[in-house]
């Protein structure tokens, strides 16, 4: 398995402020994920971030309001750019961990709970 | 795309009692499929998973799940339940050459004392 933390664990932010989210790993790994989590909902991936390559945003997510950093093979940062009251989320990274012939598995952080005023 | 519904948001059971939370998937490929636990203000745990193997997985805690690719379900049992298993409960899937994982909606369970 792996030990993911996130800092900081949750924040009360300004609107039309930023936040950056930072996630570290204990173990090298290819794929990170980031995740939002609304109140009351599921979860909702954002973009997939590689080392060495810009990250890949879902639909609905672009790269202006969620900027990623990708800087090496056990840390991403995740930044919550100009907030609005909307953003008010959890915010969930995650990492694929290969198990061999029985696929992979996928670990995830404590999470970062924001709240936009 | 793949997706997942999970019915029931809301599952009570007692204590003791047999825990039933339903999962099916839309796929014509039988995806990866995953149950993870979410207890209140932590991150997600992962149960147990179905990777093409065996179609009874057991996981964590006590809990197991069927892949029925008739019926497209992989419902999440237990056959008792404790005080310790009031959670949120979501259902995922990949698609197998893809690690994105599309979630339900999740359930809450309650357990009665």
């Known amino acids: 398995s792996a030990v993911i933390s996130q800092k900081p664990s949750r924040d009360i932010c300004q609107r039309g402020t930023s936040l950056t989210i930072q996630c570290q790993v204990d173990?090298?790994?290819?794929?990170m994920f980031w995740y939002r989590q609304q109140p009351g909902q599921s979860l909702t991936l954002i973009a997939t971030?590689?080392?060495?390559?810009?990250?890949?945003?879902e639909s609905g997510f672009v790269i202006d309001k969620f900027p990623i950093s990708r800087p090496n093979l056990t840390f991403s940062t995740l930044t919550v750019s100009n907030m609005s009251p909307e953003d008010s989320s959890i915010y969930l990274c995650?990492?694929?961990?290969?198990?061999?012939?029985?696929?992979?598995?996928?670990?995830f952080g404590p999470g970062t709970r924001l709240t936009v005023t | 795309a793949q997706s997942v519904t999970q019915l029931g948001s809301h599952v009570s059971v007692s204590e003791g009692a047999l825990v039933l939370l339903r999962c099916n998937y839309s796929?014509?490929?039988?995806?990866?499929l995953f149950w993870y636990v979410q207890y209140p203000n932590q991150g997600l745990q992962l149960l147990l998973k179905y990777t093409s193997a065996a179609t009874l997985v057991k996981g964590i805690n006590g809990f197991e799940a069927e892949f029925k690719k008739s019926e497209t379900s992989f419902h999440l049992t237990k056959p008792s339940a404790h005080m310790s298993d009031a959670a949120e409960y979501f259902c995922?899937?990949?698609?197998?050459?893809?690690?994105?994982?599309?979630f339900g909606a999740g359930t809450t369970v309650t357990v009665r004392a």
């Open positions: 796929s014509s490929v039988p995806p990866y």
């Open positions: 971030a590689n080392q060495g390559s810009e990250a890949t945003y």
């Open positions: 995650s990492v694929e961990h290969p198990t061999g012939v029985d696929g992979y598995e996928q670990y």
């Open positions: 995922a899937v990949s698609e197998l050459d893809d690690y994105k994982l599309s």
């Open positions: 173990s090298q790994v290819t794929m």
